[in-house]
């Protein structure tokens, strides 16, 4: 788990309060499920969504890539990254069909917002 956030920054292919981890006795796969559990929340709440558009289970079972930025141990904001399905319209009124990569979800602790953070997320995913 320490590892996982060493540089703090990570990607993570699929989670406590989002300043500070689960119990020390849970396993590193239970620490970030819980992790990505609450920072899904919270992710929600501050859009205003009806529901939780990240969570620990959708994210394993998907394509989907998942940056968490960590300052120490803890963890203050995420990007959820994956292809979907578009169709955009050309010049010449035909449809056509895209799959480029898009950012599902993005959020950075109020308590830490317009420092960076979210800007250092951001530019790590696009560097990968």
């Known amino acids: 788990?320490?590892?996982?956030?060493?540089?703090?920054?990570?990607?993570?292919?699929?989670?406590?309060?989002?300043?500070?981890?689960?119990?020390?006795?849970?396993?590193?796969?239970?620490?970030?499920?819980?992790?990505?559990?609450?920072?899904?929340?919270?992710?929600?709440?501050?859009?205003?969504?009806?529901?939780?558009?990240?969570?620990?289970?959708?994210?394993?079972?998907?394509?989907n890539r998942l940056y968490l930025k960590a300052e120490g141990n803890l963890v203050i904001g995420l990007l959820k990254v994956g292809k979907r399905n578009l169709f955009i319209r050309g010049a010449n009124g035909t449809v056509k069909e895209i799959k480029p990569l898009c950012v599902l979800d993005f959020y950075v602790h109020e308590s830490v917002q317009r420092g960076g953070q979210g800007r250092a997320l951001f530019d790590f995913m696009l560097a990968q």
Not at 42 to 52: D, F, G, I, N, V
């Open 1 to 63: 788990f320490r590892r996982t956030f060493a540089q703090g920054i990570t990607a993570q292919r699929t989670s406590s309060h989002f300043f500070g981890g689960p119990s020390v006795n849970s396993s590193p796969e239970e620490q970030i499920e819980a992790i990505v559990d609450k920072m899904g929340i919270a992710s929600s709440k501050a859009q205003r969504l009806p529901a939780t558009i990240t969570t620990a289970s959708k994210l394993f079972t998907s394509d």
